[in-house]
Structures are given as structure tokens and as C-alpha cells.
């Protein structure tokens, strides 16, 4: 088989890695993929949101899957682009057509999915310029902290969190009526504060059936104990002790039948990943948001846990065959540390040399920000590296990523020294 995975981050690498061991696999091709992507197969610099480039490649290749990676092109309507063009229409996109992708690409979509179908998520209502006054009245009915989102995409950043009220209105303003995210504040939804501890649960589907993957928690500030701005995620670790199975199956039964159900009853035909964002409130499922992809750096921690041959489970989608497919996990304990440029997830320099890559670590690097310059790998984007170790406990796992983590080196590296801290009190 010949598969095209489309991104360049860290996810994108773990599932190059992964697919890279298939026996099933004949050539592989990444696109524009890093440094590391290279080494499972050959990059090729395309534009992602250039779909006439992918076509090309698609045919020039002969590609028979094709892999999307991160949600913009999702959203832009890749897959509907391949449905429509007599060339492509036969060859399966792993990853949902534009109106599957609205549970990413629009808050208000996906809270109204969760309203209509029964999913449990914070109490909430949708404001545009045209009703800010209710925007600022539906604050006086919330408890601080004030949620504020874009509804668009907005790179992670569209998400507000304050615990003052008339700040809470400011910045309603400020997004509603002086576009701080563009279109993307065009709408905004604000929700009730919800008190827990936050998963991500991970689903893929064929539209029919689907499997439930490792769960998984990532770190999304900056600083060590969850201080400072928030990244695109510092780290992860799965599984996730307080997630076992009876909460699994407690967020099967609430959240993720009602999901597939839901996209069913709405003619949605879905095949792809769907990242579920919960809070776990005393031990009760709530959704915070839907993604229409892996996680990054989820995915390098849930990719290296499957054990069983991934190309298997993509065909399980493309051809609606998920039902007789099986996966089995590694029991061990993955953590990922993730290496970021100074500076992250504010302004930072790219393009410095990485050294002490080609060590014998007992871990497996994966590259994010990272390309090619001759034979020298520099640093390509805010969040360089993520570091993937097993152990039996966290810590063991946590330990080696770190000690890998110390011994690479580029000008301005950083990285979290507490990933997983919070999870060693639950056995
Ligand atoms: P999102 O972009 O929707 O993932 O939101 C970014 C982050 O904000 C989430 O990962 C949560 O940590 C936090 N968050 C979003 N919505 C809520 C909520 N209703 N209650 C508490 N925290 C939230
Ligand atoms: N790590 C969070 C995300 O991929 O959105």
C-alpha cells in the first residue's frame, strides 16, 4: 500500500513511525513532513491547504490512502475535495468530510450537537455583535471564572478563561465586536466553569462502528505546575489513571455512543478520529469540545501504546470494516516530554542547529518542529521535539524522557520538568 500522511508536526511523525512498520506498507510519503518524518519515508514540500498540489501527488504516486493529520484542511474540506474530483473519489481520506469537521471548526456547532444528542457538557449560549447586551446579561447568570470561546478556529488561542466579571464582559467585546480572533470571534460561545480534571479520550470510526483508544492527558501551559500561557501541549501521558474502566465505559455509554449516534441521525458520514475533550467532575463525563483529529502530543503516547498493525485499522475505515478489526495496547506507561524553542508559545527564532541527535536514547524521539538544512537538522517551529519513553510507572517513563530530553541540545531549549507529577498520587 501506498499511504500520504498530510501535516509535519510530532502526531504526523508518530504516525509515520507507526505506519512505517506495517508489513502492509509499500512507500510512504509525507507532506511537507520534518526531519524525523523523513526517516519513514520521503517528504514532500506541499502546502496543506494546496489540495490541486495533492492531487498530483495522490496520482503521480499512486497513493491508496491518504492520512490528515491536523484539522485545517479537514475543515477547508479536503475530504470533500477528493469526493468531488473523478480522479481522487475512490482513493479513502482517513479524516471526516466539512460538515464532520464542524464539531472542531465551530464551537456553536458542537455545543448544539451535544444539546441535540444528549451529551453531557457545560451550560451554555452563543452571542454575536448583534446581541452583545444578552452576551453581558447571560455573564451575570455565571459563576466565576467566565469561559468565553470563538466559535472558529483560532490556533488554540481562542479560548478564554477569567475570573473577573467585568473583564469577562471587556474581552466579550472585544471578541464580538473588534474581532480580536478575526472571523473566528464572529460568534462566541460562553459556558459554565467546569471543576475536574481533564482527559482525552480518543475515537476512531468508520461512520458505523468504532474503536475506543488509549485515553490519554496532555499538559497544556507553559510553565511547571500548569502556570502560564497555553501551548498547542507540553507533554502527555497515557493511560490515564483516573480513567479506568469504569469511566471509560461510563464516557462510552455518555458521551461517544450519543456521538456516533448523533452523527448518524444527522447524515453525517464520518471516518476519522474524533478527540474528546472531557472533564472528569467527580467521576462524571463532561464534554469541553470535540476535535476532528489526534491530539498532538497525545498522539505520541496513544500511537506507541497500539500493538497492533495501524495501516489494519485505517483500512477498518476506508472500507467500513472497522467492526471485525481488533486492536491490542502495550500496558505500560507512556509519557512524552515535549522540547520547544525559548520563547514558545510567544515569539521564537527557528532555524538553530539541534546536536546530540544521532545518541543511543531509551526513547523514541519524535519531531515537531524540526526540518532539513544539507545534513544539518535545525529547529522549525515552537515546539521542536516530543520525547516518548515507556516505563512500568510514570515516573520510570517520565525519568527517560527527561534524560533524553537533557541530552539533546539546541540554542533555547526548554521543556517541563513535572509531566506527570499530578498523576503519581493515583495508583
Ligand atoms: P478548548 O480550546 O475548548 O480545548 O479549551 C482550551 C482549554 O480551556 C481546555 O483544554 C480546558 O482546559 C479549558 N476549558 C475550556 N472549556 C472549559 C470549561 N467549560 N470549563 C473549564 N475549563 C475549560
Ligand atoms: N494537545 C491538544 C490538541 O492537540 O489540541
Known amino acids: ?63 491508496n490512502l491518504v492520512l490528515v493529520g491536523p484539522e485545517d484542511p479537514l475543515v477547508k474540506g479536503i475530504h470533500d475535495y477528493f469526493l468531488n474530483d473523478e480522479v481522487l473519489k475512490e482513493i479513502p481520506v482517513i479524516g471526516p468530510k466539512k460538515d464532520g469537521a464542524q464539531l472542531e471548526g465551530s464551537k456553536d456547532f458542537s455545543k448544539k450537537f451535544m444539546l441535540k444528542h444528549g451529551v453531557p457538557t457545560a451550560r451554555y449560549a452563543t452571542f454575536t455583535k448583534d446581541n452583545l447586551q444578552q452576551g453581558f446579561d447571560f455573564i451575570d447568570t455565571l459563576e466565576p471564572p467566565f469561559v468565553l470561546k470563538a466559535d472558529g478556529l483560532a ?7 477569567i475570573d473577573d466579571i467585568t473583564e469577562a464582559k471587556t474581552e466579550l467585546k472585544n471578541m464580538l465586536v473588534d474581532a480580536k480572533f478575526g472571523a473566528a470571534s464572529t460568534k462566541v460561545v460562553i459556558e459554565e466553569f467546569l471543576k475536574g480534571i481533564e482527559l482525552s479520550v480518543f ?45 471509560i465505559k461510563k464516557v462510552e455509554e455518555l458521551v461517544v455512543i450519543p456521538t456516533i449516534n448523533g452523527l448518524n441521525k444527522d447524515g453525517i458520514d464520518y471516518r476519522g478520529f474524533i478527540f474528546i475533550g472531557l472533564m472528569n467532575c467527580n467521576g462524571e463525563p463532561s464534554v469541553i469540545e470535540y ?10 503516547v496513544v500511537i506507541p501504546r497500539i500493538k497492533s498493525d495501524f495501516i489494519d485499522l485505517l483500512q477498518g475505515v476506508a472500507t467500513q470494516t472497522l467492526h471485525e478489526k481488533n486492536y491490542e495496547t502495550i500496558d505500560e506507561i507512556a509519557t512524552t516530554v515535549v522540547m ?3 520563547g514558545y508559545p ?67 531549549k526548554y521543556f ?12
Open 155 to 161: 490556533a488554540g488561542k481562542g479560548v478564554l478563561i
Open 291 to 300: 476535535n476532528c483529529r489526534m491530539g498532538d502530543p497525545e498522539t505520541e
Open 1 to 63: 500500500m501506498n499511504i500520504l500522511i498530510l501535516g509535519s508536526g510530532g502526531r504526523e511523525h508518530a504516525f509515520a513511525w507507526k505506519i512505517a512498520q506495517s508489513k502492509e506498507l509499500q512507500n510512504l510519503y509525507i507532506a511537507p513532513g520534518n526531519a524525523g518524518t523523513a526517516n519513514c519515508g520521503t517528504n514532500v514540500d506541499i502546502d496543506l491547504n494546496d489540495f490541486e498540489s495533492i492531487k498530483n501527488l495522490v496520482w503521480q504516486k499512486d497513493i
Open 203 to 247: 475515537v476512531l470510526t468508520d461512520g458505523k462502528s468504532y474503536k475506543i483508544l488509549p485515553a490519554a492527558k496532555d499538559y497544556k501551559r507553559i510553565g511547571e505546575g500548569d502556570m502560564g500561557l497555553n501551548t498547542g501541549g507540553m507533554g502527555a501521558v497515557s493511560p490515564v489513571p483516573f480513567a479506568d474502566e469504569a469511566f
Open 340 to 342: 520547544v524553542s525559548g
Open 416 to 427: 517541563r520538568r513535572d509531566i506527570g507529577n499530578d498523576l503519581k498520587a493515583y495508583k
Open 346 to 412: 510567544e515569539s521564537f527564532e527557528k532555524g538553530k542547529e539541534i546536536t546530540e541527535l544521532n545518541n543511543n536514547f531509551d526513547s523514541q524521539v519524535f519531531h515537531s518542529g524540526t526540518k532539513l538544512v544539507g545534513d544539518k537538522v535545525v529547529t522549525n517551529g515552537g515546539r521542536v521535539f516530543a520525547i516518548t519513553s515507556f516505563g512500568k510507572t510514570i515516573e520510570e517513563a517520565v525519568t527517560k524522557s527527561f534524560a533524553t530530553a537533557d541530552k539533546i541540545e539546541y540554542q533555547g
